[in-house]
């Protein structure tokens, strides 16, 4: 409860003090709170944190985009229709819809709906779909890859009055870790990166860098956390090859910012 009421009060803080501080952006954040025995990992965004305990992992958070909180959104439209300043659907359709498509039938689904349904088209329909798109490309009204985070309080569809705030939330999503409760050793860690990170990469080829990195360099070498950061930062950088960074497997390399924490957990909880 206190980190939610925390956010809700630095986003307005943001918001009043954006003119003074020329603040006219917005960020995602991702927090990790020790207390008591336990850690608290907060999110609000699209960046992510994993646990690495014996080998395995365990997801600390989730990310937060159109496609993730698409039913969110839906609802929220569907409840004040006006935020969508009559220029979009809060329907999503497999497809953007034609012209010559109107009475016809085609699927469908609303904030009630994980499935999807048939409807006959109407006018109505036409209109652009509040959240469009699949993966990295989905966009809220075609503007915004992410849901939640803080700022952003002047954000307008282009070329339009339409203000996109009201759909972007700075709630996190929070996740509690018993850290006393569990036996680590030193090759166990917490992973906190940015989206740059996850885009490119699995949970489990985070854990198989990791522990490569690890196996070559044992507990006494202090330096072996931020050569296992350096190295996830590197691995989905990649490689220059022609026009573009390419991965080793041939795949494009991240095209956005990568930030990578790798947090020791051993010694750290009793």
Request: proline share 3%; aromatic share 8%; net charge neutral.
């Amino acid at each position: 409860a206190n980190i939610i009421f925390f956010t809700l009060l630095q986003d307005k803080r943001i918001e009043r003090e954006r003119t003074s501080h020329s603040i006219d952006g917005g960020c995602c954040a991702l927090v990790t709170v020790y207390l008591m025995g336990k850690l608290y990992v907060a999110n609000a965004g699209d960046s992510r944190a994993i646990i690495i305990r014996e080998g395995k992992t365990i997801e600390m958070s989730h990310e937060f985009t159109p496609e993730t909180e698409r039913q969110r959104l839906q609802l929220l439209a569907s409840i004040n229709p006006e935020l969508l300043g009559n220029e979009f659907t809060c329907l999503e359709f497999p497809r953007r819809i034609q012209q010559k498509e109107l009475k016809k039938r085609m699927l469908y689904r609303d904030h009630t709906m994980t499935g999807w349904a048939y409807k006959t088209i109407e006018e109505d329909d036409m209109k652009f779909p509040l959240v469009y798109g699949e993966g990295k490309k989905a966009r809220v009204m075609a503007t915004i890859g992410v849901t939640r985070g803080f700022g952003d309080h002047d954000l307008k569809v282009y070329n339009s009055n339409i203000s996109i705030k009201p759909f972007l939330s700075c709630m996190p999503g929070v996740k509690v870790y018993d850290l006393d409760g569990c036996d680590h050793n030193a090759d166990d860690v917490m992973i906190m990166g940015t989206d740059g990170l996850w885009d490119v990469i699995t949970d489990r080829e985070v854990a198989d860098i990791v522990q490569r990195i690890f196996t070559s360099h044992g507990p006494d070498q202090s330096n072996r956390y931020n050569l296992a950061a350096q190295e996830l930062v590197l691995r989905t950088r990649g490689v220059r090859k022609e026009n573009s960074w390419r991965l080793p497997t041939g795949k494009l390399a991240s095209l956005d910012d990568i930030s990578v924490f790798v947090i020791p957990l051993a010694g750290q909880g009793r």
